[in-house]
């Protein structure tokens, strides 16, 4: 079956960009489930809902990615993305994010200050600049000079908790298990495109002008509108060694499922770091273009909210390489 996907798409390569795939993917085992949209952790059940109205509507799965991840990052109470996210270890609260549509568009930030929704910036550099990628100062130019609003992120809750952990300054980069809750959020929309969204403040007390993968497309974030979307979540730094999500699409490409693609990858960072991946946690979320889902992390707990017609919304646990 693999092999005869393979040569499909082996053989197909150059057709495929003049002729859908509809064919191909029609004859799969599930029928297409569309629309869909999947995002990590549980608080992607509430974006999920915000996604979901955009996507029942037979609205493009861009917009829905991009309104979906406003919840988390507009919402105080979380404090590992957006208003409310943990500072770096100056007390200052660093944003990454990137989305990307079916046209392998693309729009990136990092090390974000002052803006709630740095997806929505993300979208205006795909859109409104030659580039992928604005970072720090350059990045807040950009927003403001578009209309964003500079505003403090850092509440006082997470003020509180930073001005403990500096009574301490215990500074690992091995960031532990429960301070990672990236939102990634892939969608399939009625016309069946594919899009995807991914927004931090990365990991918590990091070292002032850290980049995680999040906003690096291709580590935290890939969409290939012929093939499928992944997204990752958990120690970035691992996630960019192997570009993950990249690594995810590729190997849908190639005829994996999107969870035995998601199990290859968390495969590849145990084997880069047979003994760091025992004490760190790296997820991965995909869907292919039919609408097929998977999703596996080195740890238990990492969870995926899912709603389509016949999930209407629900949370999962993924299953783990350690148990
Ligand atoms: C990072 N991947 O900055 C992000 C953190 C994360 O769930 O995923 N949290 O490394």
């Keep these: 079956m693999k092999t005869t996907r393979r040569h499909f798409l082996k053989v197909g390569g150059a057709l495929a960009s003049a002729f859908s795939l509809a064919p191909y993917f029609s004859k799969a085992a599930t029928p297409a489930t569309k629309p869909l949209v999947i995002s990590t952790w549980n608080f992607g059940k509430a974006a999920n809902v915000e996604a979901w109205k955009v996507l029942s509507t037979n609205g493009r799965a861009l917009d829905a990615v991009e309104l979906g991840v406003h919840v988390p990052e507009g919402d105080p109470t979380e404090t590992s993305v957006g208003l409310g996210g943990l500072p770096d270890r100056d007390g200052r609260v660093t944003l990454d994010a990137c989305i990307m549509d079916e046209f392998s568009n693309c729009g ?49 809750e997470s003020e509180k908790a930073w001005k403990e952990w500096i009574k301490k300054s215990e500074y690992k980069p091995i960031a532990n298990i429960e ?94 770091q047979p003994e760091k991946s025992k004490s760190i946690q790296v997820g991965f979320l995909a869907i292919n273009k039919n609408g097929e889902y998977g999703a596996y992390a080195l740890q238990k707990g990492f969870t995926y909210a899912l709603y389509s017609n016949e999930i209407p919304n629900k949370v999962f646990e993924a299953n783990s390489y350690y148990k």
């Design 108 to 156: 990136s930030v990092a090390c974000l200050e002052h803006i709630v929704h740095p997806i929505s910036v993300a979208r205006k550099v795909m859109e409104k600049t030659p580039h992928v990628m604005l970072v720090g100062d350059g990045a807040l130019q950009f927003a403001l000079a578009n209309g964003f609003k500079k505003e403090n992120l850092l509440t006082a």
């Design 179 to 272: 301070n990672h809750d990236t939102i990634g959020m892939l969608a399939l929309d009625m016309k069946q495109n594919l899009s995807g969204a991914c927004t931090t403040s990365g990991m918590a007390y990091k070292m002032h002008g850290r980049v995680g993968d999040s906003p690096i497309i291709g580590a935290g974030l890939f969409v290939d509108n012929e093939i499928g979307a992944a997204t990752s979540s958990g120690l970035g730094e691992e996630v960019i060694r192997i570009v993950g999500s990249h690594l995810v699409v590729e190997l849908m490409r190639q005829g994996n499922s999107p969870q035995q693609a998601c199990e290859i990858a968390v495969k590849r960072v145990v084997k880069n």
